[in-house]
């Protein structure tokens, strides 16, 4: 077979989770919850079942849910999104993200992507017949320096996409970095697919920027959310995309063709469930205790800290330990210390040499501890 990809292989995620597995190691790579979701989202969606709404939704998803959005978006970023024709549900953010770009990539259009970037851009462009120009941000801060965007744009840049806060640098976009977005796409038609599937996960006081609060760019953006996280159940693959209708109309000639419709009595259980904005309300707080213990455990350990602003990821780097490669480095953790992360040139198109890896903490505090417990005999 004349393979569309030759150069892509299985993802990281499923690569590490399976060497976890295999080795008994403590899974902090592939980034989910080891603890259950809220008994009451359980109730709400079992109840669905029972009641007997087991048939399909209707394509862009149940008109309930749909509007809770709207008004959770209204209330957070004081967009107005209509239900009936700018919020679509998804089964999952990725869904939703090659749904958008399937909309509207045409063959040589130019992507412009901030890397690392989470793994699912790239072979979607590349599939399309686009072009992805990546960026290529370095630790420890991973600023983004805006003149060098400007450099990457050509007559055939067609999309940039966003990802904040950041997997897997836990990085924000500031306002600074969305003033100068807006300045250089001013009088475009570039369009912004922005990836806020962290959206509630973000510290210290600080706002998550979505897209939503700024008209000049929402009104050629897509906007991509996940319930996997907001509700901590990854593997219900739901979630849900935002956008202007003439481009949401688009992103729906697509979704309905790709998976029609998703899950009826998640989507009824969740919305009686997101009814109570406490359930996302009280986010940044359940994930900063999250992050300040396990961050606090790993000022221990003789990795060195890099930031962490938003998103269940913590970085690290050994740089001043040893120059083995990231892959290996991963590797040798779940071999011989028990430990899975994620080495962070998995998000490089180009291999780099930066030497660090990903931990994911959405975990139980004893899990935590036991990984960190480990980590401390390197
Ligand atoms: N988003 C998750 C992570 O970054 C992985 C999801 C997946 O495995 N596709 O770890």
């Not at 008994?24 to 709400?44: E, M, V």
């Not at 939703?96 to 063959?107: G, M, P, V």
């Not at 990546?134 to 801060?141: K, V």
């Not at 100068?180 to 706002?207: G, M």
Request: charged share 20%; proline share 6%.
């Amino acid at each position: 077979i004349n393979s569309k990809l030759p150069h892509t292989g299985t993802t990281i995620f499923t690569v590490m989770s399976k060497l976890a597995e295999e080795h008994k190691a403590i899974n902090l790579s592939q980034g989910f919850p080891d603890y259950d979701c809220n008994p009451k989202l359980l109730n709400f969606v079992n109840d669905a079942m029972q009641k007997g709404f087991n048939q399909y939704a209707p394509m862009p998803g149940l008109p309930v849910l749909r509007e809770l959005i709207a008004e959770k978006v209204s209330n957070l970023y004081g967009a107005s999104y209509h239900p009936d024709t700018e919020v679509t549900i998804t089964a999952g953010g990725t869904q939703a993200i090659f749904t958008a770009l399937s909309s509207c990539i045409n063959s040589g259009d130019e992507v412009i992507i901030f890397e690392p970037a989470y793994d699912c851009y790239a072979p979607a462009i590349k599939l399309l017949g686009g072009l992805c120009k990546p960026y290529e941000l370095a630790p420890p801060n991973y600023e983004i320096d805006w003149e060098m965007v400007k450099k990457l744009f050509t007559a055939n840049t067609k999309m940039i996409i966003l990802n904040s806060p950041q997997n897997p640098t836990g990085c924000t976009l500031s306002e600074k970095d969305i003033k100068a977005l807006i300045k250089l796409t001013k009088n475009t038609d570039i369009l912004i697919l922005s990836d806020e599937v962290y959206e509630h996960i973000i510290f210290d006081d600080n706002k998550h920027r979505s897209i939503a609060l700024y008209p000049e760019l929402r009104e050629r953006s897509f906007i991509v959310a996940s319930f996997g996280k907001l509700l901590h159940a990854t593997g219900w693959k739901m979630g849900y995309c935002l956008a202007p209708e003439q481009l949401m109309k688009e992103f729906r000639k697509v979704h309905q063709f790709n998976v029609f419709s998703v899950n009826t009595p998640m989507q009824l259980g969740i919305a009686n469930y997101l009814k109570d904005p406490e359930t996302y309300t009280s986010l940044p707080g359940f994930f900063q205790q999250k992050r300040d213990f396990f961050r606090s455990l790993l000022m221990e350990t003789n990795f060195k800290l890099l930031p962490c602003n938003g998103s269940y990821f913590q970085c690290v780097s050994y740089a001043h330990l040893n120059k083995e490669k990231d892959t290996d480095m991963a590797i040798r953790l779940v071999k011989e210390y028990g430990v899975a992360s994620i080495p962070v040139s998995a998000f490089y198109i180009r291999s780099t040499d930066h030497q660090v890896l990903r931990f994911c903490f959405a975990k139980k505090q004893e899990t935590l501890e036991k990984a960190v417990e480990r980590l401390m005999k390197l």
